[in-house]
């Protein structure tokens, strides 16, 4: 069983900064693919970014992409997203998790085998 556990979360004013991290508990992380996903209020569960196990493919939901950064660090077991040019709409419970597919960077939340807790990140205007 992997355990994950997000951090980084908080209140920022839109146009800010905040970086996620999700540390695993498990060292064989660094053989899968890792997802963020995010539940605003009253939403359902949405895709936020993925990389592969080793790092050199990350893939990005629209609504994110060129504002949002994943990365990881497996030597620290490590994933982390970065989020600059924060807006409200981007107001939610962030969730990190794991895929044990290794080939194919993966969107739907169902296909995926490990849920951190969440960490809240609230955007003000």
């Known amino acids: 069983q992997v355990q994950l556990v997000e951090s980084g979360g908080g209140l920022v004013q839109a146009g800010g900064s905040l970086r996620l991290s999700c540390t695993a508990s498990?060292?064989?992380?660094?053989?899968?693919?890792m997802g963020w996903f995010r539940q605003a209020l009253g939403r359902e569960r949405e895709f936020v970014a993925a990389i592969s196990w080793g790092g050199g493919r990350t893939y990005y939901a629209d609504s994110v992409k060129g504002r949002f950064t994943i990365s990881r660090d497996n030597a620290k077991n490590t994933v982390f997203l970065q989020m600059n040019s924060l807006k409200p709409e981007d107001t939610a419970v962030y969730y990190c998790?794991?895929?044990?597919?290794?080939?194919?960077?993966?969107?739907?939340?169902?296909?995926?085998?490990?849920w951190g807790q969440g960490t809240q990140v609230t955007v003000s205007a």
């Open positions: 498990a060292r064989t992380l660094s053989r899968y693919n």
């Open positions: 998790a794991v895929d044990r597919e290794t080939i194919v960077l993966r969107t739907t939340g169902a296909l995926y085998d490990y």
